[in-house]
């Protein structure tokens, strides 16, 4: 699902910078619409992907009412402006939209990849001064083993990959013409490209890369990595490029899209990735649904938190609570109401590991990478600061049909959140 949740930043505090174009681009700023005005982001991709692939919806500043579209190409953009702007959304509430061109957007003090560490520390002794505690302590920390992580399915395997294999991988994909490039982060896509708007991948693309069969090949060999022995069915791969500070929105990866197991090696830096379980979904007394926990994959759609504006360092004092704008913001949209986080829990993803979800880890908690510079670790006097660069290989097996899993409230082949969001936004 693609949920914002707020941080110890001041609330108005733009995660990325917007402006206006005279002329016609891909990025469209869409007022009256988004997370703050219950709509989650997967429902907003669904409205624009008729006039084209869709590849982000983010959300510019965390308690406003609009949020930034990229379209693949300008002409898709350009009819998606023409037919939207100004009409009632029947499948956002009827609400009125206002549909603008906006410039390539920027990276604001709130996303992390503006300002100085030392702006950090200068904000975290404003805060003390005035009563609010550090921003440190509204952070899960993080441990650095998946036995004290407690989530199971979650595996992580430390120097998976060699010095000399993370220069030959990163060599590749940074000679790679193809990368495309998000609000915050670049992408690409290897076997089969990965579509924002329908959160599955279908379309055919650059064969995996030659080095490929020998990493899956070695993971499937595993000893002792639950999931791990199906790595040689992945035929999908994802590489995600970070500059210090931006993270990726909560999400579950769509359920009907992708296999039982996903593999992801992270390569140049460390970076810490935190779990959310979610509540089951409540009733809600003005009979509407609140999705928490997926956009139109069910599977966590990788859309929600592909398409997500910031994930921020969400609030919450210990790892059974959290305070944040998506356990308790939003209206209800359906017949229940959205599901709060009921546990978190964070690992430290070091240079040249990987990490294997499968089960529960795969299918029922929500990941996500923080949007922040630095880290907590558990049991450490001081933080972590991420490397200016960090590059993560996603591996997935690509997969038809519905989905059987056993936790349906986040599965989008059944009446889960994912799937109650993807018939509200149907036109």
């Given at each position: 699902?693609?949920?914002?949740?707020?941080?110890?930043?001041?609330?108005?505090?733009?995660?990325?910078?917007?402006?206006?174009?005279?002329?016609?681009?891909?990025?469209?700023?869409?007022?009256?619409?988004?997370?703050?005005v219950?709509?989650?982001?997967a429902?907003?991709?669904?409205?624009?992907?008729?006039?084209?692939?869709?590849v982000?919806?983010?959300?510019?500043?965390?308690?406003?009412?609009?949020?930034?579209?990229t379209?693949?190409?300008?002409?898709?953009?350009?009819?998606?402006?023409?037919?939207?702007?100004?009409?009632?959304?029947?499948?956002?509430?009827?609400?009125?939209?206002?549909?603008?061109?906006?410039?390539?957007p920027?990276c604001?003090?709130?996303?992390g990849?503006?300002?100085?560490?030392n702006d950090?520390?200068?904000?975290?002794?404003?805060?003390?001064?005035?009563?609010?505690?550090?921003?440190?302590d509204?952070?899960?920390?993080?441990?650095?083993?998946?036995?004290?992580?407690?989530?199971p399915?979650?595996?992580?395997?430390?120097n998976f990959?060699?010095?000399?294999?993370?220069?030959?991988?990163?060599?590749?994909?940074?000679?790679?013409?193809?990368?495309?490039r998000?609000?915050?982060?670049?992408?690409?896509?290897?076997?089969?490209?990965?579509?924002y708007?329908?959160?599955?991948?279908?379309?055919?693309t650059?064969?995996?890369?030659?080095?490929?069969?020998?990493?899956?090949?070695?993971?499937?060999?595993?000893?002792?990595?639950?999931?791990?022995?199906?790595?040689?069915?992945?035929?999908?791969l994802?590489?995600?490029?970070?500059?210090?500070?931006?993270?990726?929105?909560?999400h579950?990866?769509?359920?009907?899209?992708?296999?039982?197991?996903?593999?992801?090696?992270?390569?140049?830096?460390?970076?810490?990735?935190?779990?959310?379980?979610?509540?089951?979904?409540?009733?809600?007394?003005?009979?509407?649904?609140?999705?928490?926990?997926?956009?139109?994959?069910?599977?966590?759609?990788?859309?929600?938190?592909?398409?997500?504006?910031?994930?921020?360092?969400?609030?919450?004092?210990?790892?059974?609570?959290?305070?944040?704008?998506?356990?308790?913001?939003?209206?209800?949209?359906?017949?229940?109401r959205?599901?709060?986080?009921?546990?978190?829990?964070?690992?430290?993803?070091?240079?040249?590991?990987?990490?294997?979800?499968?089960g529960e880890?795969?299918?029922?908690w929500?990941h996500?990478?923080?949007?922040?510079?630095?880290?907590?670790?558990?049991?450490?006097?001081?933080?972590?600061?991420?490397e200016?660069?960090?590059?993560?290989?996603?591996?997935?097996?690509?997969?038809?049909?519905?989905?059987?899993?056993?936790?349906?409230?986040g599965?989008?082949?059944?009446?889960?959140?994912?799937?109650?969001?993807?018939?509200?936004?149907?036109?």
């Amino acid at each position: 699902p693609l949920q914002v949740a707020t941080t110890g930043m001041a609330e108005e505090e733009p995660w990325f910078r917007v402006l206006p174009s005279k002329v016609p681009t891909r990025f469209l700023f869409v007022a009256n619409a988004g997370p703050r005005v219950g709509d989650d982001l997967a429902a907003v991709a669904l409205v624009f992907a008729p006039f084209g692939a869709v590849v982000s919806v983010e959300v510019p500043t965390p308690l406003k009412a609009h949020c930034l579209v990229t379209m693949e190409v300008e002409a898709a953009a350009a009819r998606a402006r023409e037919v939207l702007h100004g009409k009632a959304c029947a499948a956002l509430g009827g609400r009125m939209l206002w549909v603008q061109f906006s410039q390539e957007p920027e990276c604001g003090a709130g996303s992390g990849s503006a300002g100085s560490d030392n702006d950090a520390r200068d904000s975290d002794r404003d805060r003390e001064k005035k009563g609010e505690g550090k921003q440190e302590d509204l952070w899960c920390p993080a441990v650095r083993d998946s036995a004290s992580l407690g989530v199971p399915g979650a595996t992580l395997v430390t120097n998976f990959v060699t010095r000399e294999e993370e220069e030959e991988m990163l060599a590749g994909t940074d000679g790679d013409p193809r990368w495309q490039r998000l609000a915050k982060r670049r992408v690409l896509h290897y076997g089969y490209a990965f579509d924002y708007g329908t959160r599955h991948a279908r379309a055919a693309t650059t064969p995996l890369p030659h080095y490929v069969d020998g990493l899956l090949a070695r993971a499937a060999a595993l000893v002792g990595c639950v999931g791990a022995e199906r790595a040689e069915t992945c035929d999908q791969l994802t590489v995600n490029e970070y500059a210090a500070g931006v993270g990726l929105a909560p999400h579950i990866d769509t359920h009907s899209a992708f296999g039982p197991t996903l593999l992801s090696v992270s390569l140049a830096g460390h970076a810490v990735m935190e779990f959310r379980l979610l509540g089951a979904l409540q009733p809600s007394a003005c009979g509407a649904v609140h999705a928490d926990q997926t956009g139109r994959g069910g599977e966590a759609s990788s859309t929600s938190a592909e398409a997500a504006g910031k994930d921020g360092d969400d609030g919450g004092p210990d790892s059974n609570r959290v305070r944040s704008d998506s356990d308790v913001g939003g209206k209800p949209v359906g017949g229940r109401r959205a599901p709060a986080p009921i546990r978190r829990a964070s690992i430290l993803l070091p240079p040249r590991s990987l990490l294997v979800l499968t089960g529960e880890a795969r299918y029922r908690w929500q990941h996500y990478i923080p949007h922040r510079k630095r880290d907590a670790v558990a049991g450490e006097d001081e933080c972590v600061f991420r490397e200016p660069r960090r590059v993560s290989f996603t591996f997935r097996e690509t997969r038809e049909g519905a989905c059987a899993c056993a936790w349906p409230d986040g599965c989008d082949s059944r009446d889960g959140a994912a799937q109650v969001l993807k018939e509200r936004a149907r036109p």
